[in-house]
T-cell receptor, first 113, second 115 residues
Framework: EDQVTQSPEALRLQEGESSSLNCSYT??????LFWYRQDPGKGPEFLFT???AGEEKEKERLKATLTKKESFLHITAPKPEDSATYLC??????????????FGSGTRLSIRP | GAVVSQHPSRVICKSGTSVKIECRSL??????MFWYRQFPKQSLMLMAT?????????EQGVEKDKFLINHASLTLSTLTVTSAHPEDSSFYIC???????????FGAGSRLTVL
């Protein structure tokens, strides 16, 4: 069964303190791995898509990497505005033309000023 | 970029009543839309796949008679929570794939509170 597991569940950092979030996955034939950011009371906002092991993508203070079994979201010198829940997701093969996207439980990131 | 509009953002209703939530793709067509449900401090759980011109497909454990989905056009899907009860109180979020990359664009969500 396809699974996405994220760790840690919650992470509190001091402003400027770099760290990484983990996403482990088990899927039959990876067709992309997605990272989203979700602010409280809002829908998720797309950040990155990674397709193959070794691929990296960056956006401001965030960098996403992918291996054959897991993905990391590295956050460098975070600011309080980076506080949010970060969600990892993978497509699950379905009968429809559009793949169902399955989400991990998320990491709640809190950055203290 | 692609925008998905969801309405209402908040709704409070009495137990036993029905509530309709709309999801619109504003600048693109969506033959498929997905409905998710999210409880506090939990992740998104896929409820159903809405298909334009055909019946929705529901995930295991989701009551299709309870959560009615209609995909009326290439830009509109609706979720109706019928005979709502307090346990149906949750955050409902719709999404649509943007182009061929399987990247989902999400609506802002609808907070349902059933009294």
């Amino acid at each position: 069964e396809d699974q996405v597991t994220q760790s840690p569940e919650a992470l509190r950092l001091q402003e400027g303190e770099s760290s990484s979030l983990n996403c482990s996955y088990t899927v039959s034939g990876l067709r992309g791995l997605f990272w989203y950011r979700q602010d409280p009371g809002k829908g998720p906002e797309f950040l990155f898509t990674l397709y193959s092991a070794g691929e990296e993508k960056e956006k401001e203070r965030l960098k996403a990497t992918l291996t054959k079994k897991e993905s990391f979201l590295h956050i460098t010198a975070p600011k309080p505005e980076d506080s949010a829940t970060y969600l990892c997701a993978v497509p699950r093969v379905s009968g429809s033309s559009a793949s169902k996207i399955i989400f991990g439980s998320g990491t709640r990131l809190s950055i203290r000023p | 970029g692609a925008v998905v509009s969801q309405h209402p953002s908040r709704v409070i209703c009495k137990s036993g009543t029905s509530v309709k939530i709309e999801c619109r793709s504003l600048d693109f067509q969506a033959t498929t839309m997905f409905w998710y449900r999210q409880f506090p401090k939990q992740s998104l759980m896929l409820m159903a796949t809405s298909n334009e011109g055909s019946k929705a497909t529901y995930e295991q454990g989701v009551e299709k008679d309870k959560f009615l989905i209609n995909h009326a056009s290439l830009t509109l899907s609706t979720l109706t929570v019928t005979s709502a009860h307090p346990e149906d109180s949750s955050f409902y979020i719709c999404s649509a794939p943007d182009g061929g990359a399987n990247v989902l664009t999400f609506g802002a969500g609808s907070r349902l509170t059933v009294l």
